[in-house]
């Protein structure tokens, strides 16, 4: 268990629709089964006073992250459209970050990148918990090999101490082994490994 603080920020990531749905454009095995944890983590943090931070993946319909249009994914959570919406049993209470809004392409919650150039930029996300005076974030959603994995990476590498709630998360797993690989490269780089659910 993750003792929550006002110093610390649960991040829950792209628990959205065409992720958590069964029928989602790029459904993860398993993504809705994490939603009662998800929630139990946001009840905790919140009736804790920490902050509560969710990000949406959030694509124009046309853009190179896209099979269709010289990238690797099925379309998903294109901006305005149910697959983008948050799935239905997710507690929502705190701040919403949106990434890939101008097309852009990459995974982390903090950083995105331009496709034709490769020139990374900021999202909201560092100067929101910076502003509040975050310390340590807590990772939970969707998915382990992706979004999950890069936000948590990229929090340790901008220097806060980060954690992943392995019950809590779920890996799209292209590769078998893909999620198992993805905690290992956390747990390497710093993450710690805690449970939402007692
Ligand atoms: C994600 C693949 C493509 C994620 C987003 O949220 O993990 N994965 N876009
Ligand atoms: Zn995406």
């Known amino acids: 268990m993750v003792r929550w603080d006002e110093r610390t920020a649960l991040l829950v990531v792209d628990v959205q629709n065409d992720f958590a749905d069964p029928a989602g454009g790029l459904s993860v095995s398993g993504g809705d089964a994490i939603i009662p944890a998800v929630n139990e983590a946001i009840a905790g943090a919140r009736a804790a006073g920490a902050c509560v931070a969710y990000t949406q993946d959030w694509h124009p319909p046309d853009t190179p992250h896209f099979a269709k249009d010289g990238g690797i994914w099925p379309v998903h959570c294109v901006r305005d459209t149910w697959g983008a919406e948050f799935y ?3 507690r929502v209470a705190g701040e919403v970050v949106r990434k890939g ?3 852009e392409d990459g995974y982390s919650g903090f950083t995105v990148r331009d496709p034709a150039s ?3 930029s900021d999202t909201l996300l560092d100067s929101f918990l910076r ?3 975050i310390t340590t974030v807590v990772v939970a959603g969707l998915a382990t090999d ?3 994995r890069d936000t948590a990476l990229d929090a340790v590498a901008r220097g806060f101490a980060a954690f992943v709630l392995i019950d809590a998360v ?3 797993d292209l590769q078998p082994g893909d999620g198992a690989r993805a905690l290992e490269a956390m747990r390497r780089a710093g993450v710690r490994s805690a449970l939402a659910s007692p």
Request: hydrophobic share 20%; aromatic share 6%.
């Open 88 to 90: 239905p049993d997710l």
């Open 146 to 148: 992706y979004c999950v």
């Open 131 to 133: 502003d509040r005076g």
């Open 101 to 103: 809004t101008g097309g």
């Open 118 to 120: 490769g020139d990374p």
């Open 170 to 172: 779920r890996a799209v």
